[in-house]
Structure formats: structure tokens, C-alpha cells
């Protein structure tokens, strides 16, 4: 009974877990063919227990289970949903080898099947996980700020950390005209000044730079490789963005996978001579019919930032109108104030 009993409460665990991952895939996901495979992975584990009869429920015995008054402080808090999806897949992977060990006892054909869902739990967190924590991440990133060493009044790493005074929520490494090492060089520093804070760091263009300082993710352009085989090359944990210049591209953007977009250049930049400035119509037409974070950019200032706001943003991406000033933190200040 005693094995019963702890079949019975492994059951219980594995199932609640598979609940509070099926609610988040329902009603935050809104994903139903997410939801539908959860629901299924729960009705197969039905099965599983329904073998064992009524033996595992009448071993139940909840009053004298010395478990329930035990606990730690990491179980009484979660930080984030994050925290919520890691300690529910945790729990019903751990429940399923419980119950997987103990039915080869007297039920091998029952422990195959259980280890098969262990598995296909790993899958599961995985294809949820990675992709929501991308999105938690970008979901409160606003000021985005683009450094190039020849566009800086300070070095790039000065800039970073008063960017990162300023509460930039990205950078971005943009080093068109220096050679591999010279750019390792500028964006080791970075990624050191950027250690342990919140601030997400993208490498433009530059996928092996991004590798050699292990960045959060790369921004491409139209010319640059697929988001899929980026994503092969650096790891699905990786951030991708995508530079649109129309609709179409944003709409191919979404379709393709990327995690963010810029749109742009909203007015006409010396960073981007041989592109046209798209206009304030663009950003409103974006904000209208795309469900990606989205970042306008070009030749925005503190001056006509509210403008932008004004159609539909909700976010920024700023050059020179942070990195060209002795006061870098009080311009990146200026900005998030006209965001919130």
C-alpha cells in the first residue's frame, strides 16, 4: 500500500503541473493546438493510472503525509511566469521518473509509456520556454539604443554604461566599417560593462562575433540569412530581429519567425544613405497589422520622438540621438520619458 500510495501522489503532481502548463498555453499563450497537445498529454496519463485501478486512491493518505508540512522558501515565490513554467515542467518531469521506476516493479509495458512522456515533456519545454522567455524579455524593452564606435562622442563601452545609466533596455553593436578583430575587441567590452544587468545585447550582422561573446541575439537585414538557420546557428534561446522597410517585409518578418523588427528609417539618417525614409504612414500601417514588437528608427530625437508615439508606437530605436552627446544619460533620461 505504501507503494500505492506513492504512485498516487506522483499521479497527482505530474497532472497538476500538466494543468497550470495547459492554462498558461490557453490563456496567455491563446494557443489552441499548444492546449490541445497538453490535453492529450494529460489523457494519456489518465490512462496510465486508470491501470492501477482503485489501488493508488484507496492508499491515499493526505492527513498523515509528512510532505505537506515541509517546504523551502523557493516554493512559496516566483518571480515571473518563467519561474512558473520551469517549476511545472520540473514537477512533472520528476513525477513521471518516479512513476516510470516504480511500475517496472509490476507494469514494465506502463513504465515504457511513461518514460516516452518524460521525454516528450523535455520537447514540450522546450518549445514553449525558450520562445516566452524571448518574449518576456522584449515585451518591456522600449528604448533601444544602436552604438557605432565613429558615431560616438564616447568610446562604445562609455556609451554602453551610460546607456545602461540611462535605462536603455537594448544595445546594439553596429560596426559596419571595422574588421572582425577590431569589432571582438569593442564588443567584449560591452558585454562586460552589460554583465549582470537587464539590458539585452544584439550584434548587427555579425553572427560569428555574436557566437565568440555568446550575445542575447543578432539584428539582421533583408540581405542576411533566414531567422531559421540563424536560430540552428546560435541557439533557439537567441534573440533575432529584422530590419522592414513596408509592410510586406514586417508581415514576412512575423511569418518567418523573427522576435522583434526595426521599421524604418522614419526620416531621412546619414546611418542609412541609400534608403528612403518610410514616414510616419509606415509605422502607423505596422502598428495596425503586425503582432511583433516592433521598433521605429531613423533619425529620431527627443524632439520629434512624440510624433512617432503618436501613430502607434510604443518603442524607440535611437543612434545619434543618444550616442552623439557628451550626456548620454540624461538624452537616454529624456527618452524614456516621452515613452512613458
Given amino acids: 500500500m505504501d507503494t500505492f500510495r506513492l504512485i498516487d501522489a506522483n499521479f497527482n503532481r505530474c497532472r497538476e503541473g500538466l494543468r497550470v502548463i495547459e492554462e498558461f498555453s490557453r490563456f496567455i499563450c491563446n494557443d489552441s493546438k499548444l492546449s490541445l497537445q497538453i490535453k492529450n498529454f494529460r489523457h494519456t496519463l489518465q490512462k496510465f493510472e486508470n491501470s492501477y485501478g482503485l489501488n493508488s486512491l484507496r492508499a491515499r493518505d493526505t492527513n498523515n503525509d509528512i510532505g505537506t508540512n515541509i517546504t523551502v522558501v523557493s516554493e512559496t515565490k516566483r518571480a515571473n511566469i518563467n519561474n512558473v513554467l520551469t517549476a511545472s515542467f520540473k514537477r512533472i518531469q520528476e513525477a513521471l521518473r518516479v512513476l516510470e521506476e516504480y511500475s517496472k516493479i509490476d507494469k514494465p509495458n506502463i513504465a515504457k509509456g511513461l518514460e516516452d512522456l518524460r521525454y516528450k515533456s523535455y520537447q514540450l519545454e522546450k518549445e514553449i520556454s525558450l520562445p516566452f522567455s524571448k518574449q518576456c524579455r522584449l515585451s518591456s524593452a522600449k528604448l533601444y539604443a544602436l552604438i557605432t564606435t565613429d558615431l560616438c562622442f564616447h568610446s562604445p563601452e562609455k556609451t554602453a554604461e551610460l546607456c545602461l545609466k540611462g535605462g536603455v533596455d537594448i544595445i546594439q553593436l553596429r560596426e559596419k566599417q571595422l574588421h572582425d578583430k577590431g569589432f571582438l575587441k569593442i564588443a567584449k567590452a560591452v558585454k562586460k560593462v552589460l554583465l549582470g544587468s537587464n539590458t539585452i545585447l544584439i550584434i548587427n550582422d555579425n553572427i560569428p562575433i555574436a557566437q565568440a561573446i555568446d550575445a542575447d541575439g543578432v539584428h539582421l537585414?533583408?540581405?542576411?540569412?533566414?531567422?531559421?538557420?540563424?536560430?540552428?546557428?546560435?541557439?533557439?534561446?537567441?534573440?533575432?530581429?529584422?530590419?522592414?522597410?513596408?509592410?510586406?517585409?514586417?508581415?514576412?518578418?512575423?511569418?518567418?519567425?523573427?522576435?522583434?523588427?526595426?521599421?524604418?528609417?522614419v526620416w531621412e539618417t546619414n546611418t542609412k544613405k541609400h534608403r528612403r525614409a518610410v514616414g510616419l504612414e509606415l509605422i502607423k500601417n505596422v502598428a495596425q497589422q503586425t503582432t511583433l514588437p516592433f521598433f521605429p528608427i531613423g533619425s529620431i530625437k527627443t524632439e520629434n520622438a512624440k510624433s512617432v508615439l503618436q501613430v502607434g508606437a510604443t518603442r524607440l530605436a535611437v543612434c545619434t540621438g543618444i550616442t552623439n552627446t557628451k550626456n548620454v544619460t540624461a538624452r537616454c533620461k529624456a527618452f524614456n520619458k516621452i515613452l512613458k
Fill in 221 to 265: 537585414g533583408q540581405d542576411d540569412l533566414p531567422q531559421k538557420i540563424v536560430s540552428k546557428i546560435l541557439g533557439e534561446d537567441k534573440i533575432i530581429g529584422r530590419s522592414t522597410h513596408s509592410v510586406a517585409q514586417a508581415l514576412k518578418a512575423q511569418k518567418e519567425g523573427a522576435d522583434y523588427i526595426g521599421v524604418g528609417p
